[in-house]
């Protein structure tokens, strides 16, 4: 038998959860600033409602997605957030990519108020939840995670307990500092192979038959040698998450540098006004057309 369940924030991710959700048998409500996505949801099955504290009411278990940590406050402290309808036993799974400090005082606030949360951010675009091979990296008490268990595991190639509250968060800078940076060094190598006369075919077949074959190579390599920048993952979530990682490494007394050089090109991509599309637009940046 289902779940029912609550969705804040029902943007490409947010949605593409819940629909795979209800697919699963659970019964989904989700809340959205914008009404374009909130009549999405309910085109997809689900019942869109007027704040995070109705959803709370009607849900067992809620779930956020969302890109900034004061959107996150207002819908889980704030005066119509979670917390507010007074739910008892509810489960809060904070999937959002934020600084573990911030998801360890999240989990702390809430707790204080009955409240139990888990720190689920995800590793994967959005075209991976429906052939469900996302990644989810959780931090929070053993019991809560064995609780929200049997929902996420179906939603996911791999779903791991990595220990208390932010260290799920902690797991996905980490590994965003892998991805992000790797966007860029392939950005630079397929620009460079292209000027020095390869074609794409040869560089394609070399690189995955050497060391550099991999999942990145497969996910990046060839939307940069099609300069294809439809939305998958997005300039500006490249930026800001970088921008986690370097942080997070001060506090812990490491000076990231190839993440720091990195960054910059994506700042110049975001400078250039290309926030919205796919990172492998950092490309054009190394071909000077953010300057055009």
């Known amino acids: 038998m289902g779940e029912r369940l609550g969705m804040i924030g029902v943007g490409k991710m947010g949605l593409a959860l819940a629909r795979t959700m209800m697919a ?24 869109p409602v007027a704040s995070a504290k109705e959803m709370a009411r009607r849900s067992d278990i809620t779930f956020s997605i969302l890109l900034k940590p004061e959107h996150i406050e207002e819908n889980t402290l704030g005066p119509n957030g979670i917390a507010a309808a007074g ?38 675009s959005h075209p991976k ?18 609780r929200v268990l049997p929902i996420l595991k179906p939603l996911a190639a791999s779903v791991e307990h990595t220990g208390p509250n932010g260290t799920g968060a902690t797991m996905k800078i980490v590994t965003n500092l892998f991805v992000n940076s790797s966007v860029a060094l392939l950005a630079e190598v397929v620009l460079v192979g292209e000027r020095a006369g390869l074609s794409h075919e040869t560089m394609m077949k070399c690189l995955r ?8 190579l497969e996910v990046a390599a060839p939307r940069l040698m099609a300069r294809d920048f439809a939305p ?61």
Do not use: N
């Open 129 to 146: 939840v429906a052939d469900r091979t996302i990644t989810f990296m959780v931090g929070g008490k053993k019991d809560v995670f064995e």
């Open 232 to 292: 998958r993952g997005a300039v500006e979530i490249f930026y800001k998450d970088m921008g986690l990682a370097i942080e997070v490494a001060l506090e812990h007394g490491v000076d990231l540098q190839v993440v720091k050089a990195a960054r910059e090109m994506f700042k110049r991509a975001y400078d250039a006004g290309w926030g919205k599309d796919d990172a492998t637009r950092v490309i054009e940046v190394y071909e000077g057309k953010d300057c055009v």
């Open 24 to 47: 699963d048998g659970h019964e989904v409500c989700g809340y959205d600033i914008d009404p374009a996505r909130m009549q999405m949801l309910e085109q997809a099955g689900g019942h």
């Open 87 to 124: 739910t008892k036993g509810l489960v809060h799974v904070e999937m959002s990519t934020m600084l573990p400090k911030f998801q360890r005082d999240l989990a702390e606030k809430l707790g204080a108020m009955g409240i139990e949360t888990l720190d689920a951010p995800i590793s994967g």
């Open 209 to 216: 038959a050497g060391s550099v074959r991999g999942a990145m």
